[in-house]
């Protein structure tokens, strides 16, 4: 079975606290995206129960234990194994790798949320009673990363706790989005450190951006889209400010840092202002990443 993995973007990201034990409470609204890796999956036919296997196709990332997919496919396994009921021998599972590493738009999150997906969906083929329900499905995901059960979820969403309590937003309208992306990058963990070193950390209205997006109106989306994160990144990779910089001086309603970065993204009218502002990124940084495309919805029934 195959299906896309959608990148997401931070529309709006804040802090409110840390919690005792050590993860940061947020609220955020996010948005799925056109950028995609592809997943596959199939049961495996080699005589070894619980065997995973992982390829990663165009990325340097490790296969290995270590990997979100392989996570997955182990929570996966493991939890319909103690269920008593029809489950899968184990599973082979192929990425081919299209969102940029390490980039603020949950990659490897987003490909873990595919895996279980897919799994699922093989496990209801050969037993529909067996399969996993949404809450179970969501629960499993929260226990391999906290943006998983977003990215299981996809669409558009209020994200609060650590990023599992998932409130569903209607659609935003029809736009064109760039994501830009350098080189360089720093330590998600190191990011959120300096965070709680800072006296008076900016806060991005977020009500204000959940109106925005129940009322759908783009140009408000645009315009209350922050992240509270950005002075950190910023700090130590300047060219993050120069991004949102170079995409504000384009026809951009907006642009802003998504998750801890270093990527940024510019939210346009038309296809054509946008592939007009990656042009300017791409003069200013040559080897920069940059993808144009638009928000998606989901269409995964779980």
Do not use: W
């Not at 399969?131 to 994200?159: I, M, N, Q, W």
């Not at 910023?234 to 990527?263: C, F, W, Y």
């Not at 939210?267 to 200013?284: G, L, M």
């Amino acid at each position: 079975m195959v299906t896309k993995a959608h990148a997401k973007i931070n529309l709006s990201l804040d802090i409110i606290g840390k919690m005792p034990d050590g993860y940061h409470e947020v609220r955020m609204v996010m948005q799925t995206i056109s950028l995609c890796d592809i997943a596959e999956v199939c049961e495996s036919n080699v005589a070894e129960r619980d065997r995973i296997h992982v390829v990663m196709k165009n990325s340097n990332i490790p296969a290995d234990e270590s990997n979100l997919c392989h996570k997955a496919a182990r929570a996966f396994l493991d939890e319909t194994d103690s269920c008593g009921k029809t489950t899968l021998m184990g599973l082979d599972i192929t990425i081919t790798k299209n969102i940029p590493e390490a980039a603020g738009l949950a990659g490897g999150s987003t490909d873990a949320a595919a895996v279980l997906y897919l799994a699922n969906e093989l496990l209801r083929t050969k037993d529909v009673d067996s399969a996993l329900d949404t809450e179970r499905l969501l629960a499993l995901a929260k226990s391999v990363g906290a943006d998983v059960p977003f990215c299981l979820l996809e669409g558009t969403g209020l994200c609060e706790g650590i990023g599992e309590k998932i409130t569903r937003l209607s659609a935003i309208p029809d736009c064109s989005i760039l994501i830009a992306k350098v080189k360089e990058g720093m330590s998600t963990a190191t990011i959120y450190n300096e965070y709680d070193a800072l006296d008076s950390p900016y806060h991005p209205d977020v009500d204000r951006q959940v109106q925005a997006v129940l009322s759908g109106d783009i140009r408000e989306i645009a315009a209350y889209s922050g992240n509270t994160l950005f002075e950190v990144t910023n700090s130590h990779i300047p060219a993050v400010g120069e991004l949102v910089d170079i995409i504000r001086k384009t026809k951009a309603l907006g642009a802003q840092m998504s998750g801890s970065g270093p990527s940024v993204f510019g939210i346009f009218t038309s296809e054509k202002d946008a592939e007009d502002a990656a042009d300017a990124v791409r003069e200013r940084f040559p080897e920069a990443f940059t993808y144009v495309g638009c928000p998606c919805d989901s269409n995964r029934e779980l």
